[in-house]
């Protein structure tokens, strides 16, 4: 069972370039979320989606960008990066509706240097 | 405005004894409730969840109560061991949240031998 797959798990980044982090789930969940978690803090959530085509923002969404064409595949790209990006990003899934409440599952994360 | 506060940035703890983790919450809409355990350089992952119309869960050693009223929430781990150590996430769900998790900041639970 692969669940939530994250990559690259490693990235060092210039000032100004751009990436994209690959995140895929293999539980046909609707819900995903991108959250990035710096030293001392909790998760932030970037930007999230309930379903293919679907996205909006969430706390901390400037400087970043997603997609969701499909229900397995939601990249987070970072067009311009800069060093307040340095973090590490969780892709998260989660099947919720009206009346259920489940648990989301969790990628390994990719921690990302700019410098 | 932290809606989950998690005020103890860590504890120390005997192995054996009890680990009591401590979560507050301002939106009393708020329905759904998670802790999450992390281990570094790890995602995090679910360890146990509270309902609302619930003020008690029990999973095995793990156990979260809720006080709606004051609107906290506990985690109790008896008997703690070395094994717990790790950052431990208080998540709440619902109440215009439309669908999200919102985590507290972590509490760093140490279990000495």
């Known amino acids: 069972n692969a669940g939530v797959t994250q990559t690259p798990k490693f990235r060092i980044l210039k000032i100004g370039q751009s990436m994209t982090l690959q995140c895929t789930q293999d539980?046909?969940?609707?819900?995903m979320y991108w959250y990035r978690q710096d030293p001392g803090m909790g998760l932030k959530l970037i930007y999230y989606s309930v379903g293919a085509g679907i996205t909006d923002k969430g706390e901390v969404p400037n400087g970043y960008n997603v997609s969701r064409s499909t229900t397995e595949d939601f990249p987070l790209r970072l067009e311009l990066a800069a060093p307040s990006q340095t973090s590490v990003y969780f892709c998260?899934?989660?099947?919720?509706?009206?009346?259920?409440?489940?648990?989301?599952?969790f990628g390994q994360g990719t921690r990302l240097t700019v410098v | 405005d932290q809606q989950v506060k998690q005020n103890s940035p860590s504890l120390s703890v005997q192995e054996g004894r009890i680990s009591i983790l401590n979560c507050d919450y301002t939106?009393?809409?708020?329905?759904?409730f998670l802790w999450y355990k992390k281990y570094p350089a790890e995602g995090p992952t679910f360890l146990i969840s509270?309902?609302?119309?619930?003020d008690k869960n029990e999973d095995g050693r793990f156990t979260v109560f809720l006080n709606k009223s004051a609107k906290h929430l506990s985690l109790h781990i008896v008997p703690s061991q070395p094994g717990d150590s790790a950052v431990y996430f208080c998540?709440?769900?619902?109440?215009?949240?439309?669908?999200?998790?919102?985590f507290g900041k972590g509490t760093k639970l140490s279990v000495k031998p």
């Open positions: 939106n009393s809409m708020f329905d759904y």
């Open positions: 509270i309902s609302s119309i619930k």
């Open positions: 539980m046909n969940h609707n819900y």
């Open positions: 998260a899934s989660r099947k919720q509706g009206a009346r259920m409440n489940t648990e989301a599952f």
């Open positions: 998540a709440a769900s619902g109440g215009g949240s439309q669908g999200n998790l919102i």
